[in-house]
T-cell receptor, first 112, second 114 residues
């Protein structure tokens, strides 16, 4: 499984755009990039997934450059409720079980 | 909303006791996973079921741990002879057959071993 590296923590203010970058230099051809969000005392929640270029949903955007060695999760106009830990995961969807391998994540603190 | 549910939400036990946790996945999901999460760390995979078959187990799952999923519905995770190092949040997740890494997690069971 490709190893991921992301900042341990980030601070932001309400209304700002937040970009969290994840490095995955050893990403394999079949690997997809997935981001999860976790609030305290809750299980992680799927946010977005992509393979290349850009993916956007109602929650976030995911930017993946052509070499796919990194990806950036973009949260537009964050609010206090976006304070959470964000995990970047990389893996092969064809693996039996598709178990998720989480790193330490990025703790995002949104301030008023 | 019939998401993934776990019971109990909290469990305090003394070292050496046995504990059992239950997970009820989303009803149409045939895949079920158990993870363990300690403070400040991301969840770690423990084991995986497809229907009633346990197909993968992590090396983290010592002989004191056992998981079952009778009839491919709910699952139980039992820890025998608990140790203080077992204190953690135990998370259950489920996914549909064609899921692309999108797993739905329950709220977890927080275990404290004293």
């Amino acid at each position: 499984l490709a190893k991921t590296t992301q900042p341990i923590s980030m601070d932001s203010y309400e209304g700002q755009e937040v970009n969290i970058t994840c490095s995955h230099n050893n990403i394999a051809t079949n690997d997809y990039i997935t981001w999860y969000q976790q609030f305290p005392s809750q299980g992680p929640r799927f946010i977005i997934q992509g393979y290349k270029t850009k993916v956007t949903n109602e929650v976030a955007s995911l930017f993946i450059p052509a070499d796919r060695k990194s990806s950036t999760l973009s949260l537009p106009r964050v609010s206090l409720s976006d304070t959470a830990v964000y995990y970047c995961l990389v893996g092969d969807l064809t693996n039996a079980g598709n178990m998720l391998t989480f790193g330490g994540g990025t703790r995002l603190m949104v301030k008023p | 909303d019939t998401g993934v549910s776990q019971d109990p939400r909290h469990k305090i036990t003394k070292r050496g006791q046995n504990v059992t946790f239950r997970c009820d996945p989303i009803s149409e999901h045939n895949r079920l996973y158990w993870y363990r999460q300690t403070l400040g760390q991301g969840p770690e995979f423990l084991t995986y079921f497809q229907n009633e078959a346990q197909l993968e187990k992590s090396r983290l799952l010592s002989d004191r741990f056992s998981a079952e999923r009778p009839k491919g519905s709910f699952s139980t995770l039992e820890i025998q002879r608990t140790e203080q190092g077992d204190s953690a949040m135990y998370l259950c997740a489920s996914s549909a057959r064609d899921s692309r890494y999108e797993q739905y997690f329950g709220p977890g069971t927080r275990l404290t071993v004293t």
